[in-house]
DNA sequence: TTTTGTGCAAACTGTTTGCATTTCC
DNA sequence: GGAAATGCAAACAGTTTGCACAAAA
């Protein structure tokens, strides 16, 4: 690992989850569960639980959700869960962005667009929304006479806790 | 190729160059060399060949060096590209930067910071500069204490060709 | 003459696919 | 019953590395 765009977020959310994030979970996952159903995709127990491991966190790898289903005993080949992201991400659900070694999973389904801001040392991600970006890309966008359809922005950086001690943090 | 940051750069550049431009390539070659020269680095004719082909170019992936080479009889093999285009990173005057499969090199020898605006119908790209997003940058910035060290921005979408024709428009 | 680069082949990593079998609708 | 998902293994693409040899400083 010696590319300018190194670190990978060591994400892993606590395996017990909230009352009210679990209520938002139940949500989500029905959406999900009908908008495949819809499309005459299929419900499997697989399927939901990667789904589920997958609802509960802002932005995952494959080798992340791989790693938390198996740490909860919920066993799934690599490839089943990559084919179960596409299906996401066709469906709306999860949007695919490539950082790094490997492509991280986005969960859109409840939030528009939005950037981040990545720690180089940790690895740490913050998301963030700003408006002020929509001018640039509409400045940029007709004046090459583009008809614009998505974006990535990505700030990278050190966070206030890589930046005091020398050795990056490491985040939970 | 399903995922949705596809296409990949076409640009193969014209093999003869105007004076103007050539003279400011030899400029720049000699400022790599010199530069590598100081680190200890040593300029072998393999290497000359590829710095000169990246130079002539605005960004690049490996396979499209490859491939320039190989039009026009300077046959390099692909370790020796990489490990080149290595050396020129860890030197100041490439940069790497992912975009879909592969890894796509920019020259930034003669200019800063820029950002991309990517036709995802045939994969044209421009290449613009926008004062807009150092505010944007700094405010996020300070808002989350990160100190900033680089950014990413990609925009997205279809090129006026690629509006027109309903068929991709294959640039060179 | 020592250190660095080259080039072939083999390894490695993330990802996809073929295919027989199982499962959902 | 028929379409779709699973899971294993094998294939694949981009990239890196080990090593013997050649070449630059």
Not at 87 to 99: E, H, K, S
Request: aromatic share 6%; hydrophobic share 35%; net charge positive.
């Amino acid at each position: 690992m010696n590319r300018a765009t190194a670190a990978v977020v060591k994400s892993a959310l606590p395996d017990t989850i909230s009352g009210k994030r679990a209520l938002a979970t139940q949500d989500a996952i029905e959406r999900v569960r009908s908008s495949l159903g819809r499309s005459r995709l299929r419900w499997s127990p697989q399927r939901e639980q990667i789904v589920l491991a997958f609802l509960k966190q802002d932005h995952i790898t494959i080798r992340g959700l791989y790693g938390f289903l198996n740490r909860n005993g919920r066993r799934a080949p690599l490839n089943t869960i990559y084919r179960t992201m596409r299906v996401l991400c066709d469906n709306g659900f999860a949007q695919a962005r490539r950082f790094g070694e490997e492509t991280h999973y986005d969960n859109i389904s409840a939030k528009g667009d939005h950037d981040h801001l990545i720690c180089t040392g940790c690895g740490y991600i913050v998301e963030f929304e700003d408006p002020t970006i929509e001018g640039l890309r509409h400045a940029v966008a007709s004046a090459n006479g583009f008809h614009l359809t998505g974006r990535n922005l990505e700030l990278y950086g050190l966070c206030a806790v890589c930046r005091v001690d020398e050795h990056p943090a490491v985040r939970t």
